[in-house]
């Protein structure tokens, strides 16, 4: 089956520095990855859909400077908190499509998450 | 604004029986709906979906009812079994927007042996 993976797992990071989490399909090629942050006891809300070769669309409300996304291959897009604050901590999610599949609604594949804590 | 709505935290059931999962929307554009499960320290995995053209979908032990006017959807799980204890997600999106999954904010299944 087709598998995502997000490394790092955790990170716990001081305030004013920066976080790069990547994630990576290891089976499938992806043409397309989102980013998700999940609040506590709250819904996976979107943050960016990324193609590869071109900039990430964001959605209303997230800030392109301080949430880079870079979708450098068709296996891997990396999200780069810059100058994390405490009220980035969360746990971030990203997921994939697969090439061949945009067609096939509702196929995205998810990796296990990263959770990040800003002190 | 939550479009999607899990009003159920947690719902805990007895082996074997049914399992009955909610989800509620509020935007008339969703016409494709989808049900995640996601164990701890994994990403969600796709479970089973709808388009708003049916009102029942069905596979294996488990089935996705969706009511068009009243804007809610279910998930039902017969026979629940202990492997199903897992946070359930319903997600939604618009033909437009085909690629953004809208979701709820999960509940909690623990089903009891």
């Known amino acids: 089956g087709a598998v995502v993976s997000q490394h790092p797992s955790r990170v716990i990071c001081k305030s004013g520095t920066s976080v790069k989490i990547e994630c990576r399909s290891l089976?499938?090629?992806?043409?397309?990855m989102f980013w998700y942050r999940q609040f506590p006891k709250q819904s996976l809300m979107l943050m960016a859909t990324?193609?590869?070769?071109?900039?990430?669309?964001?959605e209303q409300g997230v800030e392109k400077d301080k949430f880079l996304i870079n979708h450098a291959s068709l296996t891997l897009s990396t999200l780069t908190v810059t100058s994390a604050h405490p009220e980035d901590s969360s746990f971030y999610i990203c997921?994939?499509?697969?090439?061949?599949?945009?067609?096939?609604?509702?196929?995205?594949?998810f990796g296990p998450g990263t959770r990040l804590l800003v002190l | 604004d939550q479009q999607v709505k899990q009003n159920s935290p947690s719902l805990s059931v007895q082996e074997g029986r049914i399992s009955i999962l909610n989800c509620d929307y509020t935007?008339?554009?969703?016409?494709?709906f989808l049900w995640y499960k996601k164990y701890p320290a994994e990403g969600p995995t796709f479970l089973i979906s709808?388009?708003?053209?049916?009102d029942k979908n069905e596979d294996g032990r488990f089935t996705v009812f969706l009511n068009k006017s009243a804007k809610h959807l279910s998930l039902h799980i017969v026979p629940s079994q202990p492997g199903d204890s897992a946070v359930y997600f319903c997600?939604?999106?618009?033909?437009?927007?085909?690629?953004?999954?809208?979701f709820g904010q999960g509940t909690r299944l623990t089903i009891n042996p």
């Open positions: 709808i388009s708003s053209i049916k």
């Open positions: 935007n008339s554009m969703f016409d494709y």
């Open positions: 997600a939604a999106s618009t033909f437009q927007g085909a690629q953004k999954l809208v």
């Open positions: 089976d499938f090629q992806a043409t397309t």
């Open positions: 990324s193609n590869e070769g071109s900039k990430a669309t964001y």
């Open positions: 997921s994939a499509r697969a090439r061949g599949l945009a067609g096939i609604r509702g196929t995205q594949y």
